[in-house]
């Protein structure tokens, strides 16, 4: 067995489970960075991804309001967050039709931080960003989504597994094949 397919303990979800209503802006403010960085690459547009982040909170905290203690001390937030707003995402998808995603994605959530002395180096990083975002937008749902817990997002293979209903090696393989696409696409760029 992997040391990764079995979670530790999450302190935190101990202490919702003896006071749900003191601690849960401590889980929002441990994970507002995955549920928004999930929502915003689900939506691909910053004003929406802020009203998919916060409807999942939302719904996190209604169901967690009807589990028993028990439960919640069990839970494994991140993983746990990540399939609420992952579920979200995809039940908002199905409702409005599927409009046309675009492959340029909001510069800001992925880029690095603008701190070079020269302008030209930040346009240049930002530009790379927007590049690799593009060609994570190509790949198969299952494959980007994978990469984007994994490599974006930091999630361990266990947590991933956890939020997309999958086995772990399952997970691992379409991390393993998102990520050989994404070379893939990248070597077809540079000029022999």
């Given at each position: 067995m992997d040391a990764e397919e079995t979670?530790?303990?999450d302190p935190l979800a101990a202490r919702l489970a003896r006071d749900l209503?003191?601690?849960?802006e401590a889980v929002v403010a441990a994970h507002a960075d995955l549920v928004y960085g999930l929502?915003?690459?689900?939506?691909?547009?910053?004003a929406a991804a802020e009203d998919l982040a916060q409807d999942a909170f939302v719904r996190a905290y209604r169901a967690l309001a009807g589990y028993p203690p028990r439960r919640i001390r069990d839970l494994h937030l991140?993983?746990?967050l990540s399939r609420v707003t992952i579920?979200?995402?995809r039940?908002?998808?199905?409702?409005?039709?599927?409009?046309?995603?675009s492959a340029q994605l909001d510069e800001g959530h992925l880029a690095l931080a603008d701190t070079a002395a020269r302008p030209e180096d930040a346009v240049l990083r930002r530009e790379a960003a927007a590049a690799w975002q593009?060609?994570?937008?190509a790949l198969p749902r299952h494959y980007a989504l994978a990469v984007e817990l994994r490599h974006v997002q930091g999630l361990s293979y266990a947590e991933m597994a956890e939020a997309l209903g999958r086995p772990v090696n399952t997970v691992k393989v379409h991390v393993?094949?998102?990520?050989a696409l994404l070379r893939a696409a990248y070597e077809k760029e540079i000029p022999s």
């Open positions: 979670l530790p303990a209503d003191g601690a849960f929502a915003l690459r689900s939506t691909r547009d910053p991140r993983a746990w579920n979200l995402a039940n908002r998808a199905r409702d409005r039709l599927a409009r046309p995603v593009a060609r994570l937008a393993h094949r998102g990520v």
